[in-house]
């Protein structure tokens, strides 16, 4: 089936330690989103790309970069977290229809 | 500015009986609402949206949302609950006006739904 793809699902690293979390689709959809969700609450979006074109969100700190290499792929890097940026993070795509399809998201962990 | 209020943190409803999950809204323009649930850690999984048409709109799992543009609503409703319907499940505006499938969704806080046997 066409879907949303995030690895890994749990990811723990050490503070200060650059860490990188992944998303693939197969949808083929143009838009690609980060939301950054902590503890139950409303996921927050940190960017999106539209195809090559990249859309930070104001209020997302600099230590969030993202990659799209392709289609297909899209990928967060945290240059150096810290114990606050422990969270779930979720890609999501969307279609023309304006439907969005979220992966199940990576749980990061800081140490 | 957009926004959505979801003003229950938490709903508990026994099994078998009617459920309604709150969401009322803020918007300049036509809205685009949607309804997403998310089970334990887990991504969110798309229930059911209003574009235009029908102010009663079906979605997944025995779901449907009404809508009521006087009231600036959209709550979420389902007739029978089931113990797996416990969730968290969020309410979400569509910003207006991006072009080319471009989606940014202002989600509400989020009500957990907890159905009891």
């Known amino acids: 089936d066409a879907m949303v793809i995030q690895n890994p699902r749990y990811q723990v690293t050490q503070f200060g330690k650059p860490v990188t979390l992944s998303c693939s689709q197969t949808l083929n959809h143009n838009v690609m989103y980060w939301y950054q969700q902590k503890s139950s609450q409303a996921p927050k979006l940190l960017f999106h790309?539209?195809?090559?074109?990249?859309?930070n969100e104001a209020d997302t700190p600099d230590n969030f970069q993202s990659r799209r290499p392709n289609t297909s792929f899209c990928f967060l890097d945290i240059r150096s977290p810290g114990l606050g940026d422990a969270a779930m993070y979720l890609c999501?795509?969307?279609?023309?229809?304006?439907?969005?399809?979220f992966g199940a998201g990576t749980r990061l962990s800081v140490l | 500015a957009q926004s959505v209020a979801q003003p229950e943190d938490q709903v508990n409803v026994a099994e078998g009986n009617p459920l309604t999950v709150k969401c009322t809204y803020s918007v300049s323009g036509n809205p685009y609402l949607f309804w997403y649930v998310q089970y334990p850690n887990r991504g969110l999984q798309f229930l059911l949206k209003?574009?235009?048409?029908?102010?009663l709109v079906k979605g997944s799992y025995g779901f449907e949302a009404e809508f009521n543009k006087s009231q600036t609503s959209f709550h979420l409703k389902k007739p029978s609950a089931l113990v797996s319907d416990s969730a968290l499940y969020f309410c979400a505006v569509r910003a207006p006006m991006f072009s080319g499938g471009y989606n940014k969704l202002i989600f509400g806080a989020g009500t957990r739904l907890a159905v009891h046997p």
């Open positions: 790309y539209y195809d090559k074109d990249f859309n």
């Open positions: 999501a795509t969307s279609a023309q229809s304006g439907t969005m399809s």
């Open positions: 209003y574009i235009t048409g029908d102010n």
